[in-house]
């Protein structure tokens, strides 16, 4: 007896004709389904976007993300991420084993009279595809597990859609088994035990005769066929079309055709008459087709500081709530009282920090931030409606150019008894931009001496704005004033351009971020470096020599804006290793999974509400019994001081920029 099998044995002599109706019925329902959706995507704006670019990389980070989950079995999501593997390898098998199948009956067998699903082949084929379907199974229990029972805070929003899904997919495996039993109970080759849950399944059908086998086997085959068909259907209509629109959105967002950090700007600014996105028709296509594309996961609303710290802010509630309102307007429900206020809260806007943290460990890289900052800028500029602490905020920064409104006469007070040369008024190699917080705040002052003291002992050239200093503008882009943003960056890059600034050096990751990447928007190309960048440089080139002083367990606390946001991450580890003598801790949450300090996104200069997001990192700062907190921000720093003292730790931990223990360690 030859190894192999009927294809289509026993779906009676009209199986094949009514399978092709099925397929037919099938891709034409289907293709309706995704018919209608792109109608609904189209409903953003449009704006341009070049998906040929960089399509290599597109298609290697679908491949590697998508197709071999790397950013699904992220760090953390392990029950997860294998949940889904599960389910997406098994049925990814089970769909390369059905065209096999179909490839040999309709096309090799008829027009070469080739039949390759036999002998060796036809066992290993077997065998893969029911454990593929055993595997599949298993990853749909697990998620009937998770979401039913044990239910994580992140799953705290089931449909009935969620339940359809997964009884729907299980179904199909199942009765995809037992159609493999009744075949194998009826026609008995031993070889068959190669299926080997098929071969188990054929048990089933012990107490039925040939012919009662043969009609259960009928009934079966048919059903799984029409169900079969019915789940390809179902996918342009429920849940599932996330295999479709998270894959594509993985190519369109994962590999990121713009700088992280930076904040698109608003087209033609000069002459538009309304600011920002109020109606969800003002959101791009783009930012639309993010919204189908979330599977609702949960993982950004793990992550989120907001929503750790009890503000009424969750980034997966934002996009399911702004989806829901799309998915209206999409049905012509118009929505004449617009967004803010009535779908997304005002509160929930000016909760958000910022980080990028929902973004980046979003396993399909959707942003949030991008679509909040449409909201705010609509609050800020087109209804002028912003907390009174932010009219300050803007005052000071239209008047004195500073968050504080202590003006330019003071920028220079912290180089008292040092000897720092002007960029105004001599040529130096670097600009050292000290930015707002440490020319102005007097504790972070100590960070801009420490780092000049870091420079001149290296020997290096540089030299400070002064008075000419203004705020890089990261303030009033990151709440939605881009107006404002747009007057002080200009004048920021016009100066730079004029005293033929090429490369700069800060200590803040806010201004480092705004100068490289928003700048660029306006013309002004700039080679920036962070002081971590450059301290690690001048250590490796040798031109300082870092002795370890620093007793104690030391951590280091990545900065949003530097860390996840820019990628630098080594550089300012490679200094703490540097200055450690004692131990070093590295934080459960750090790189791309570091906790925001809470100072992000114009949030450092409003009053927080709720439990404090310094707070929540202190205690993991506590946990990890860390002596020195090593920051690298100064935003970070003022949050971190303050979260020891609220936690009276004063005793036995303290928060120090990176610079200041370089500059005593050399
Ligand atoms: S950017 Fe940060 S604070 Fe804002 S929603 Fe995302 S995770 Fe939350
Ligand atoms: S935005 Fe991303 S991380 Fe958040 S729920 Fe949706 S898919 Fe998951």
Redesign the pocket.
Same mark, same amino acid.
């Given at each position: 007896m030859e190894i192999g099998r009927e294809i289509l044995w026993n779906a009676g002599s009209w199986g094949r004709y009514i399978t092709y109706l099925f397929m037919v019925i099938t891709f034409v329902c289907l293709f309706l389904g995704l018919k209608k959706r792109y109608a609904m995507w189209k409903i953003g704006q449009s704006v341009p976007f070049d998906f040929k670019s960089l399509l290599w990389q597109r298609i290697g980070y679908f491949i590697k993300s998508g197709i071999f989950h790397k950013t699904i079995l992220r760090k953390g999501e392990g029950f997860p991420g294998w949940m889904h593997f599960f389910i997406f390898w098994g049925f990814l098998i089970l769909a390369i084993g059905t065209a096999l199948v179909a490839l040999q009956d309709d096309f090799t067998r008829l027009v070469f009279g080739w039949e390759y699903l036999k002998g060796d082949f036809y066992l290993g084929f077997s065998f893969f595809l029911d454990l593929a379907g055993l595997f599949a199974i298993i990853g749909i229990l697990m998620a009937m597990w998770r979401r039913y029972v044990t239910r994580p805070q992140?799953i705290d929003d089931n449909k009935p859609d969620d339940l359809i899904c997964l009884v729907w997919i299980l179904a199909v495996l199942v009765t995809g088994f037992l159609v493999e039993g009744g075949r194998i109970a009826a026609t008995k080759p031993d070889y068959e035990v190669w299926s080997f849950v098929g071969w188990y399944a054929a048990a089933l059908y012990s107490g039925l005769d040939q012919a009662g086998i043969e009609m259960a086997h009928r009934v079966l085959w048919y059903f799984h066929m029409i169900i079969s068909f019915g789940l390809i259907v179902y996918i342009a209509y429920s849940r599932l079309l996330?295999i479709i629109t %998270?894959s594509l959105n993985m190519m369109f967002r994962g590999v990121e055709d713009s700088p992280r950090g930076a904040i698109a700007a608003i087209p033609d600014f000069e002459n538009a008459e309304e600011f920002g996105v109020n109606a969800i028709e003002g959101f791009s296509w783009r930012q639309i087709f $993010?919204l189908d594309?979330?599977?609702?996961?949960?993982?950004? +609303? $793990?992550?989120c500081p907001a929503h750790a710290t009890e503000k009424p802010l969750s =980034?997966?509630k934002l996009? +399911?709530d702004l989806k829901g309102e799309w998915e209206r307007a999409a049905a012509g429900v118009k929505n004449e009282e617009g967004i803010i206020d009535n779908v997304i809260g005002e509160e929930t806007l000016w909760s958000c920090t910022a980080c990028l943290s929902? +973004?980046v460990?979003? =396993?399909? %890289?959707?942003p949030?931030f991008d679509k909040n900052i449409e909201m705010r800028r609509y609050l800020t500029m087109t209804l002028s409606k912003v907390s009174s602490e932010m009219k300050l905020l803007y005052k000071n920064l239209q008047t004195r150019f500073d968050p504080y409104g202590m003006g330019k006469s003071q920028r220079l007070e912290w180089t008292e008894g040092l000897d720092i040369k002007k960029a105004t008024d001599e040529e130096v190699e670097y600009l050292y931009w000290v930015g707002c917080v440490a020319s102005l705040d007097d504790r972070n002052r100590k960070i801009a001496r420490a780092f000049s003291t870091v420079l001149q002992k290296a020997g290096v050239s540089f030299g400070v704005l002064g008075p000419e200093e203004k705020c890089c503008g990261d303030p009033l882009r990151r709440t939605g004033n881009e107006y404002q943003y747009y007057e002080l960056a200009e004048g920021n890059v016009e100066l730079l351009k004029e005293l033929g600034i090429k490369k700069i050096i800060t200590a803040c990751p806010h201004c480092y971020n705004t100068l490289k990447n928003d700048y660029a928007q306006l013309g002004g190309n700039f080679e920036v470096y962070h002081h971590t960048e450059f301290m690690a440089k001048l250590a490796r080139e040798g031109k300082i020599k870092i002795s370890p002083t620093v007793e104690g367990v030391t951590t280091y606390h990545d900065p949003c804006y530097l860390g996840r946001v820019n990628r630098i991450f080594d550089d300012p580890r490679d200094v703490v290793n540097r200055v450690k003598k004692g131990s070093f801790v590295e934080l459960p949450r750090s790189f791309d999974e570091g906790f925001c300090c809470g100072g992000g996104g114009g949030r450092i200069w409003m009053e927080e509400h709720h439990l404090r997001i310094n707070h929540n990192r202190m205690d993991e700062m506590i946990a990890a019994k860390a002596n020195t907190v090593v920051t690298a921000c100064p935003y970070c720093l003022i949050m971190m001081e303050d979260a020891i003292k609220d936690k009276e730790k004063s005793e036995t931990m303290k928060a120090l920029d990176i610079s200041e223990i370089v500059a005593k360690s050399i």
């Open positions: 992140r996330h %998270s $993010d594309a979330c599977t609702r996961c949960g993982r950004c +609303q $793990d992550r =980034p997966k996009i +399911q929902c +973004q460990n979003c =396993p399909v %890289s959707i949030t």
